[in-house]
């Protein structure tokens, strides 16, 4: 059975900020392994998957329209 981190551990255990945990959840990097939606569970296994994972950066085009790039 894999760990189970909360969110503050789980962002401390692969040394980067909860909000950073929000935006990988958001963008599809990432998905809670338990927990419920306002207190997620994170298996370290699918936290350093995350953060090894190629991450598209957002571009602002000449007219400020921001696209995925």
Request: aromatic share 4%; charged share 25%.
């Amino acid at each position: 059975m894999a760990r189970l981190l909360p969110a503050d551990l789980a962002a401390l255990a692969v040394g980067v900020k909860p909000g950073t945990l929000r935006v990988w959840r958001y963008r599809g990097l990432l998905k809670p392994a338990g927990g419920t939606e306002r207190r997620p569970l994170y298996a370290l296994h699918d936290l350093h998957a995350a953060k090894q994972a190629d991450k598209p950066r957002l571009v602002t085009a000449a007219c400020g329209e921001t696209i995925a790039g």
